[in-house]
């Protein structure tokens, strides 16, 4: 869901995708949305917060409004969003999408 959405709003291509298994151990069990930014790596919402604030067409501005929140209280919103994806958006997804071949450069493999 969110790579689909941040491909369609980044417009000129600021990043790019990877499966988790080509990060380090450490990243490997982790169930989450993560950025990672030079040496930095984010996680759940602070991750989609720089999505945001690096995105053009106003994004920015939903980056300001979410950093009022606490990051526990937005990551508590995150995770909640994630279990429930499949009712909110109302699509059971049961294997990854094709994607395009005008976006297969957009990701990244071993």
Request: proline fraction near 4%; aromatic fraction near 14%; include cysteine.
């Amino acid at each position: 869901m969110a790579v689909k959405f941040i491909l369609k709003v980044d417009s000129k291509n600021k990043f790019y995708f990877s499966p988790l298994s080509n990060f380090d151990n450490n990243l490997k069990n982790i169930d989450s949305f993560i950025l990672k930014s030079g040496d930095k790596v984010f996680y759940e919402s602070q991750a989609i917060i720089m999505v945001f604030e690096n995105i053009d067409n106003n994004w920015n501005y939903l980056a300001k409004v979410l950093k009022i929140f606490p990051i526990n209280v937005l990551d508590i919103a995150y995770r909640w969003v994630s279990r429930n994806r499949t009712k909110i958006s109302g699509k059971e997804v049961s294997s990854c999408p094709i994607v395009p071949s005008y976006h297969r450069k957009r990701f990244i493999s071993k």
